[in-house]
């Protein structure tokens, strides 16, 4: 794993006062790699420089952890610094074709791709990464990040200077004028909890490089622009579900599947970690995993709590089909109070729940024992259908379509999903009163009403007058909305674990969204076999069935990475309001006046959604102030 930076001033700069900039930066991603792989001073014509009393425009560097192989090639004055894995390894060697390339690194091999080719090589590179490129003939410096988003990549564009680097936190420390804060992107936060749905979030000048992206800044034009490289194809038909299509489609799933796992584990030695919570996600990787990779030593990690075990219960089985060394990592409340401002501080951005804590704590427990590599199951549910919104846009579509027979026979078995027919029609009204009746603020004033009191009014009417930075997708089957959330949502979802691992030095790898044959593939199945007979995720279901645990394969239950948090927000509701009241709020977005004046009276377990209101001011003002100035 390794961490990346670059900062290119427009205006010459002294070399050591820029040299000290450089490592305030790295020092930021230094558990990401514990040695330095390249500090780089160069000159506007990207020359290298190596006196101190000389003139600088461009300071870069990384750094890499002591079992990460080389990161940086370079040749003729261009660089690459490069973070990741490439899956495809061998396929890339053969397009060069110059002989030798079978003991090129990963990253001699992309920058030798990227001198012939440029920028088109981009979407051939498959895997896991980031990466910089300085292209010194043309002056031009490239920053760009995978088709799904598996490794991030950030970048802020001032009147003073450009950067990039492998985390939002690195820019901030190191772009003064950059640091200003989105203030509409708070109250979202605030009032509805939402923090995958768009770019950077918190600041109004730093961003993410999107997945299937690249950032070309021209040094000598001050010219930025953003391209894609890479248009996932999907299948918007309204192909009917038949059961001869189906078994191809379920060994076919089944097959890329086992080579996405195959391949990720091969990359590393040593024992790998997996996150098992006993869905069906966790549980096809680490299945799949034992069943391709016999003689890899897999451990199993599991959180649970003091009540009910959380997902222990469940996790069990597989562990016991699988045979595999489980580890169950006990969370309770208290962990919320004592690493919530270490975690705030490794996501760059407040937490909006108490799951990221428990997520921290199975990763500094992995660290405690010595494994130093991840395997997550993020990305399924955005893939194959996991989540109970996407049923009611099967609903609707089969009822456009008119296919009155598929539409009850997926109503009869409605169960199946966990939710009976009168949930699904309670949603189904919700959402198109939402549509069709509610604008955002009547919804917050009717529906949230005690939140949206407890915002000061000013930052609160702004934000409702802003349209929103989402652009609305039509949403005419189930494969647009599957679609959305795997290409637009997902590359935000997955910097939560991969930030997680990173703090501790461990590197995370997700082979439901880092294998592009998987997930080409996925997108081409008609959504009609997504979800079929009231099953969510019914072809890997269906193509798991022999691997996992029949229990496991058809449970209805989903509770996704779950903890007790209402019980714990009752715990510290003290220390929530001891902090709120203590704390500044420097855009002044939080009406503490009113939450100090009605905190007894509304948080209570009857009002859940003020509990988790309450926790975002909280975890807010705790990231605002620990914020460096």
Not at 69 to 97: D, I, M
Not at 492 to 512: D, T
Not at 620 to 628: A, I
Request: glycine content about 6%.
């Amino acid at each position: 794993m390794n961490g990346l930076l670059a900062i290119c001033k427009k205006q010459d700069a002294p070399t050591e006062s820029l040299s000290k900039l450089l490592n305030k930066g790295l020092s930021t991603l230094s558990h990401r790699g514990d040695k330095t792989g390249v500090s780089l001073i160069l000159n506007k014509d990207f020359q290298t420089l190596g006196t101190t009393d000389s003139l600088a425009r461009i300071a870069a560097g990384s750094c890499s952890s002591g079992n990460d192989g080389h990161n940086v090639a370079s040749h003729e004055g261009n660089t690459l610094l490069f973070e990741g894995r490439l899956l495809n390894k061998e396929e890339l060697c053969k397009q060069l074709s110059t002989g030798g390339e079978n003991d090129l690194t990963d990253s001699e091999i992309v920058f030798r791709l990227f001198e012939n080719n440029g920028t088109n090589c981009l979407k051939s590179l498959k895997g896991f990464w980031s990466l910089i490129y300085f292209d010194s003939k043309n002056k031009i410096i490239y920053c760009a990040r995978d088709h799904i988003g598996n490794r991030p990549m950030y970048f802020c564009n001032s009147d003073s200077q450009f950067a990039a680097a492998s985390e939002s936190r690195t820019l901030y420390s190191t772009c003064e004028d950059s640091r200003s804060i989105n203030k509409n992107t708070v109250i979202d936060y605030l009032l509805w909890g939402n923090i995958g749905r768009a770019d950077q979030y918190f600041f109004n000048d730093i961003h993410s490089v999107e997945p299937s992206h690249f950032v070309k800044y021209e040094t000598v034009t001050d010219k930025l622009t953003i391209e894609k490289y890479y248009t996932l194809p999907y299948n918007r038909s309204n192909v009917a579900f038949s059961y001869v299509s189906e078994q191809q489609y379920i060994n076919k799933l089944r097959d890329l599947l086992s080579d996405s796992v195959r391949s990720n584990l091969d990359l590393f030695d040593g024992p790998v970690a997996v996150g098992v919570s006993g869905g069906m996600d966790s549980s096809a990787l680490i299945c799949t995993a034992k069943k391709t990779n016999p003689d890899k030593t897999l451990v199993a990690y599991t959180t649970t709590d003091k009540y009910d075990g959380g997902e222990a219960y469940w996790a069990e089985k597989v562990v016991r089909h699988t045979g595999v060394e489980w580890v169950k990592v006990v969370c309770t409340s208290d962990h919320i109070v004592e690493k919530l401002d270490t975690v705030n501080r490794v996501q760059n951005i407040p937490v909006y729940n108490a799951s990221s804590i428990a997520q921290y704590c199975i990763m500094e427990e992995a660290k405690s024992r010595g494994q130093g590599v991840f395997l997550d199951g993020q990305g399924g549910d955005e893939m194959l259908g996991g989540y109970q919104t996407f049923y009611s846009l099967l609903l609707r579509s089969l009822r456009r379509n008119r296919e009155w027979k598929n539409l009850r026979s997926e109503l009869s078995q409605i169960e199946n999903s966990g939710m009976t027919k009168k949930d699904i029609f309670t949603r189904i009204l919700k959402e198109w009163a939402k549509a069709h009746y509610y604008t955002p603020q009547v919804l917050a004033r009717k529906k949230r009403k005690y939140q949206f009191e407890s915002l000061m009014p000013q930052a609160r009417d702004n934000y409702f007058n802003e349209p929103s930075p989402i652009p609305e997708m039509n949403k005419e089957v189930l494969n647009d909305a599957l679609y959305e959330s795997y290409t637009i949502f997902l590359g935000n979802i997955l910097r939560w674990g991969e930030h997680s691992a990173a703090s501790h030095g461990i590197e995370c790898v997700i082979p439901l969204s880092d294998y592009i044959e998987l997930s080409e593939f996925a997108f081409s199945v008609p959504s009609s076999f997504k979800i079929h007979d009231g099953w969510n995720k019914y072809l890997l279901r269906k193509a798991m069935v022999g691997t996992v645990p029949d229990e496991i394969c058809w449970r209805k239950q989903k509770m996704g990475f779950y903890i007790p948090e209402q019980k714990w927000l009752n715990e510290i509701g003290t220390t929530m309001f001891d902090t709120i009241k203590k704390l500044d709020d420097p855009e002044d977005c939080i009406n503490k006046k009113y939450i100090l004046e009605n905190f007894r009276s509304l948080f209570s377990t009857k009002n859940p959604l003020y509990q988790q209101f309450i926790f975002r001011c909280y975890s807010y003002l705790l990231w605002r102030n620990g914020l460096p100035d």
